[in-house]
C-alpha cells in the first residue's frame, strides 16, 4: 500500500514541507523527476487519444501547453520549493554542513541513509566540515 500513497501523492502534486526536515524526506530530487516523468507519460497518452479521437492533428501546442501545465511547471515549483528547502535545512542542520552531505536526496554519503532534524545517522561522529573557497564566503 506504502507503493500506491507515493504514487498517489506524485499525481496530486506533492511538494515537500518543512515536516520533511524533521522526517524522512518525501520530496527528493529523484522523486520529482519520477512525478514530472510519470504525469508527462500520461498526459502524452491522454492528449493522443483525443486528438485521434476528434481529428485535432493541427492543434500540437495544446500539447505542448499540456505538457508544461500539467508536467513541467508543477516540476519545477517542487524543484524550486525543494532548492529552498535544503538551504534552510543546511544552515541549520549538523548534516548539512558536513562534506559528506548529499543534499539531492537528503541523505548522508557514508551512511547512505536519509538525514533530518532529528536523525543524523552518525550522531555526529563522522563529520567533516565542507571546505569553502574563497569565492563562497
Same mark, same amino acid.
Not at 529523484?30 to 485535432?56: K, M, T
Given at each position: 500500500?506504502?507503493?500506491?500513497?507515493?504514487?498517489?501523492?506524485?499525481?496530486?502534486?506533492?511538494?515537500?514541507?518543512?515536516?520533511?526536515?524533521?522526517?524522512?524526506?518525501?520530496?527528493?530530487? *529523484?522523486?520529482?523527476?519520477?512525478?514530472?516523468?510519470?504525469?508527462?507519460?500520461?498526459?502524452?497518452?491522454?492528449?493522443?487519444?483525443?486528438?485521434? =479521437?476528434?481529428?485535432?492533428? *493541427?492543434?500540437? =501546442?495544446?500539447?505542448?501547453? #499540456?505538457?508544461?501545465?500539467?508536467?513541467?511547471?508543477?516540476?519545477?515549483?517542487?524543484?524550486?520549493? =525543494?532548492?529552498?528547502?535544503?538551504?534552510?535545512?543546511?544552515?541549520?542542520?549538523?548534516?548539512?554542513?558536513?562534506?559528506?552531505?548529499?543534499?539531492?536526496?537528503?541523505?548522508?554519503?557514508? =551512511?547512505?541513509?536519509?538525514?533530518?532534524?532529528?536523525?543524523?545517522?552518525?550522531?555526529?561522529?563522522?563529520?567533516?566540515?565542507?571546505?569553502? #573557497?574563497?569565492?563562497?564566503?
Amino acid at each position: 500500500m506504502d507503493f500506491i500513497e507515493k504514487i498517489i501523492d506524485i499525481l496530486q502534486f506533492r511538494e515537500g514541507t518543512i515536516d520533511d526536515d524533521y522526517n524522512e524526506p518525501v520530496v527528493t530530487i *529523484g522523486s520529482i523527476i519520477f512525478g514530472a516523468l510519470l504525469r508527462a507519460a500520461i498526459v502524452i497518452l491522454a492528449i493522443f487519444f483525443v486528438v485521434e =479521437y476528434f481529428d485535432l492533428r *493541427g492543434f500540437w =501546442y495544446l500539447t505542448s501547453f #499540456s505538457v508544461w501545465l500539467l508536467a513541467a511547471f508543477p516540476a519545477y515549483r517542487q524543484y524550486t520549493a =525543494y532548492n529552498e528547502r535544503m538551504k534552510n535545512f543546511e544552515e541549520e542542520t549538523l548534516c548539512g554542513k558536513c562534506k559528506h552531505f548529499e543534499p539531492s536526496g537528503q541523505f548522508c554519503r557514508i =551512511y547512505d541513509e536519509h538525514v533530518s532534524k532529528n536523525y543524523i545517522p552518525c550522531e555526529g561522529l563522522s563529520f567533516e566540515p565542507k571546505e569553502f #573557497s574563497a569565492d563562497e564566503e
